[in-house]
């Protein structure tokens, strides 16, 4: 059974660009959670999908970001027009269910913006 | 939400024990106490969790307060390879916040 599958694994986009970031769960996995980490800080929850839905997406900000888990498909995560703010690093996790589960990461997406 | 307290930062010599607390004071009844570590450049990774009993696994043990206010990661033999951020995390069992919240975490260091 593949861990969770992360791609790429290092992107770079020019100011202006779009980033696209993808995350295949583990196998039986409905639930997936993105997070984001700014050089030298902690890890911050941006959003919270299962199959077709949006479940909680109240870390994510307003504007030029959006993330979709599509009934068959990666879940994506899309920053529109990126700045030099968005360079970080994207990590994905998925789990079986809610709560008294372990989440799973990927190995993460290290977005640079130059 | 509840929240926890960590040490920032800990030591400690290869081959002997790790015990690295977390403060909870506020904690609900029915919060699940996790545990991830973050190696570095890498995903976070989960260690173990628990509700109210203590709990052991291949990697680790967690102790936990009767009064559950606090609760303590055990590494029995501590090698290099655990040198990592360790993310003491409280997780309610229902409505919206199902999300993992990561605090600042300990930083371990491992002495050789």
């Known amino acids: 059974n593949a861990g969770v599958m992360q791609n790429p694994r290092h992107l770079v986009r020019r100011r202006g660009q779009e980033a696209r970031l993808r995350c295949s769960p583990m196998k039986g996995h409905s639930h997936v959670y993105w997070y984001r980490q700014l050089p030298e800080e902690g890890l911050k929850f941006m959003v919270y999908l299962q199959k077709e839905n949006i479940i909680d997406e109240s870390g994510m900000p307003k504007e030029r970001f959006s993330a979709e888990f599509p009934k068959e498909g990666p879940s994506i995560l899309r920053i529109q027009q990126v700045v030099r703010g968005d360079s970080a690093a994207y990590f994905c996790?998925?789990?079986?269910?809610?709560?008294?589960?372990?989440?799973?990461f990927g190995q993460g997406t290290r977005l640079t913006v130059v | 939400d509840a929240k926890t307290t960590q040490p920032n930062s800990m030591e400690s010599n290869e081959e002997e024990p790790v015990h690295l607390p977390c403060n909870h004071s506020?904690?609900?009844?029915?919060?699940?106490i996790h545990w991830y570590r973050q190696l570095p450049s890498q995903g976070p990774e989960y260690v173990i969790h628990g509700l109210t009993s203590n709990v052991n696994n291949r990697m680790a043990s967690l102790a936990i307060a009767e009064d559950r206010k606090s609760s303590t990661l055990i590494l029995h033999r501590a090698t290099l390879r655990d040198a990592a951020v360790y993310y003491c995390?409280?997780?309610?069992?229902?409505?919206?916040?199902?999300?993992?919240?990561f605090g600042s975490g300990t930083q371990l260091t491992v002495l050789p």
């Open positions: 995390i409280l997780r309610p069992p229902s409505g919206s916040a199902r999300q993992l919240t």
């Open positions: 996790a998925s789990s079986p269910r809610t709560v008294n589960t372990e989440a799973f």
């Open positions: 506020t904690i609900s009844g029915t919060d699940y």
